[in-house]
């Protein structure tokens, strides 16, 4: 198998936790990690495995090139210069896509345009024919001009890595998958402890945690578009799914508790962890938060509240932050931790303590802060 750079794309501030799963997952050669991306080394076992088990990043890319253009002329020269037939077929569907920031080839469709033509040139010197009637897989190509440094990728995701494939019903305003993931990363949990969502809606944060508890690998029950590759054969593909199968915890043992009023998400929650494979691993009850209670003296409550984004509930919105900070702080001894994404300001004067940290992240295009709450360990 080649050497192969890889890009693993991630929204702000999860660079680092991508980067960490990229390292456990073994590639540790050449990590890289900037603004909204991962980038590192494999080979092509490498895009089935990172696909199947990156759960915060949000797709694999191949990076095909890498080269300064400051020209219409360049971009054509040097595009053309790299390798697509080998791993273009000449059947190959493949659409261009771009963006441009800060260069001075600043029109977008020209760019996609020649660097469509580039190709075309260079495959037709390979097999011989002037026209491609991109019938076959389809490879998804973009080109990104940053301050004239021009990056050639191939996507081989297709749909983003927070498609799961169990989330089929919809909520208000849901969150994203991946940053769930990334939500119960940050908070350092793990299956001895309880965790508690008193704002499940549709049962995102639960079911990611009990994926994690159970070491299931997120994209195990979804297809990715490189699997139609002949790049990449079906025995690697094969290969990838049976290891995440065998690494699965059969005997784990331990359950997670979402809450909600409205027990129309609810259904939709139970039916999404059915669909996931963690239904055994997954509460979920029309408990307010008001009255939440555990007999455990050490657990997690991770949480999305509402953020009160419209001013008409806003009022509505502090009183239950009020009541969150009261009722979770009786919750064991004081001895809970807490994880809360919001971006309601103040947030913490509502809650009624300061976070022992906070972290900036956007959920979708909305700016938010992780305040996270430390209890105490058991036996402290």
Request: glycine share 8%; net charge negative.
């Amino acid at each position: 198998m080649s050497k192969i750079e890889l890009i693993a794309t991630a929204a702000f501030g999860l660079e680092s936790l991508v980067a960490r799963e990229v390292r456990d997952l073994g590639y540790y050669h050449d990590v890289k990690v900037d603004n909204g991306q991962v980038q590192f080394n494999g080979d092509e076992l490498a895009i089935c495995r990172s696909n199947l088990w990156l759960r915060c990043a949000d797709r694999i890319l191949l990076k095909f090139g890498e080269f300064n253009a400051t020209t219409f002329d360049e971009l054509f020269d040097q595009t053309k210069a790299l390798p697509w037939h080998e791993w273009l077929p000449k059947n190959a569907e493949f659409p261009v896509t771009g963006k441009s920031v800060k260069s001075q080839l600043s029109s977008v469709p020209t760019c996609q345009a020649i660097v469509k033509k580039a190709i075309v040139a260079e495959m037709s010197e390979h097999y011989g024919i002037e026209w491609f009637d991109e019938l076959g897989p389809l490879y998804k190509i973009q080109v990104s001009i940053v301050k004239d440094e021009v990056t050639l990728t191939i996507d081989t995701s297709g749909e983003g890595l927070h498609k799961r494939g169990y989330r089929e019903l919809t909520a208000e305003a849901p969150l994203k998958e991946t940053l769930a993931a990334a939500l119960i990363y940050l908070s350092n949990w793990k299956i001895d402890r309880q965790l508690i969502d008193p704002f499940c809606g549709s049962g995102t944060i639960p079911i990611e945690a009990a994926m994690i508890g159970r070491n299931m690998a997120p994209g195990l029950n979804r297809e990715f578009i490189a699997e139609e590759w002949p790049n990449i054969s079906d025995g690697l593909w094969k290969q990838a799914r049976e290891e995440a199968k065998d690494l699965l915890k059969t005997d784990a043992d331990f359950r997670i508790l979402g809450y909600d009023q409205d027990k129309a998400v609810l259904r939709m929650a139970r039916y999404h962890a059915e669909k996931a494979g963690v239904v055994d691993f997954t509460d979920f009850h029309p408990v307010p938060v008001e009255e939440l209670q555990s007999s455990r003296k050490y657990g997690y409550i991770i949480c999305n509240p509402p953020y009160g984004e419209r001013l008409s509930n806003k009022g509505e919105i502090i009183q239950l932050y009020r009541d969150m900070g009261r009722v979770f702080a009786d919750l064991g001894e004081g001895t809970w931790s807490f994880y809360v994404l919001t971006s309601l300001k103040n947030f913490e004067n509502y809650f009624g303590t300061r976070a022992h940290r906070k972290r900036k992240l956007f959920n979708g295009r909305i700016e938010v802060n992780y305040y996270q709450f430390y209890g105490p360990r058991p036996g402290q």
